[in-house]
Protein backbone atom coordinates (compact mmCIF):
# COMPACT_ATOMS: atom_id res chain seq x y z
CA UNK A 1 0.00 0.00 0.00
CA UNK A 2 1.39 3.64 -1.37
CA UNK A 3 -0.28 5.72 1.30
CA UNK A 4 -4.61 6.37 1.49
CA UNK A 5 -6.10 9.25 -0.58
CA UNK A 6 -7.53 12.01 2.02
CA UNK A 7 -9.06 15.05 -0.24
CA UNK A 8 -6.35 15.99 -2.10
CA UNK A 9 -2.84 14.94 -0.30
CA UNK A 10 -1.62 11.10 0.42
CA UNK A 11 -0.46 10.73 4.04
CA UNK A 12 1.99 7.92 3.52
CA UNK A 13 3.10 5.50 6.35
CA UNK A 14 6.62 6.34 7.72
CA UNK A 15 8.85 3.23 7.77
CA UNK A 16 11.61 1.37 4.90
CA UNK A 17 8.65 0.86 2.22
CA UNK A 18 7.75 4.85 2.25
CA UNK A 19 8.15 5.54 -1.40
CA UNK A 20 9.68 8.84 -0.88
CA UNK A 21 12.66 7.43 0.76
CA UNK A 22 14.28 9.02 4.01
CA UNK A 23 14.01 12.96 2.97
CA UNK A 24 11.73 14.71 0.93
CA UNK A 25 12.63 18.37 -0.48
CA UNK A 26 9.35 20.28 -1.51
CA UNK A 27 10.03 22.36 -4.48
CA UNK A 28 7.44 25.49 -5.42
CA UNK A 29 4.87 23.52 -7.15
CA UNK A 30 2.85 21.26 -5.04
CA UNK A 31 3.17 17.91 -4.74
CA UNK A 32 6.84 17.89 -6.74
CA UNK A 33 10.17 17.46 -5.07
CA UNK A 34 13.51 15.85 -4.79
CA UNK A 35 13.23 12.96 -2.82
CA UNK A 36 14.79 9.32 -1.90
CA UNK A 37 13.17 6.17 -2.99
CA UNK A 38 12.42 2.58 -1.51
CA UNK A 39 12.97 1.54 -5.29
CA UNK A 40 16.11 2.13 -6.26
CA UNK A 41 16.29 0.15 -9.38
CA UNK A 42 14.13 2.60 -10.83
CA UNK A 43 16.06 5.80 -10.79
CA UNK A 44 16.64 7.02 -14.22
CA UNK A 45 13.55 5.75 -15.59
CA UNK A 46 10.15 6.74 -15.94
CA UNK A 47 8.11 6.34 -12.97
CA UNK A 48 7.92 9.20 -11.03
CA UNK A 49 5.21 11.93 -11.36
CA UNK A 50 7.68 14.79 -11.87
CA UNK A 51 9.64 14.23 -9.04
CA UNK A 52 13.66 14.00 -8.97
CA UNK A 53 14.44 10.11 -7.25
CA UNK A 54 17.80 10.13 -5.65
CA UNK A 55 19.14 6.82 -3.75
CA UNK A 56 18.50 7.62 -0.24
CA UNK A 57 22.46 8.28 0.48
CA UNK A 58 22.49 10.81 -2.33
CA UNK A 59 19.52 12.81 -1.33
CA UNK A 60 20.78 12.84 2.51
CA UNK A 61 23.96 14.62 1.26
CA UNK A 62 22.29 16.37 -0.82
CA UNK A 63 20.08 17.84 2.01
CA UNK A 64 23.35 18.68 4.26
CA UNK A 65 24.35 20.76 1.92
CA UNK A 66 21.02 23.22 1.09
CA UNK A 67 18.54 25.57 2.66
CA UNK A 68 15.40 26.19 2.59
CA UNK A 69 14.77 28.69 0.31
CA UNK A 70 17.54 28.11 -2.35
CA UNK A 71 16.73 28.44 -5.81
CA UNK A 72 16.47 24.95 -7.46
CA UNK A 73 16.99 25.20 -11.61
CA UNK A 74 16.18 22.04 -12.82
CA UNK A 75 17.44 21.52 -16.71
Do not use: M
Not at 23 to 37: V, Y
Request: hydrophobic residues 35%.
Amino acid sequence: NRGQRSGKFYILRPGPNNPVGVIWIALNKRGIGIHGTDEPDTIGKETSHGCIRLANWDIVRLAARVKAGVPVSVH
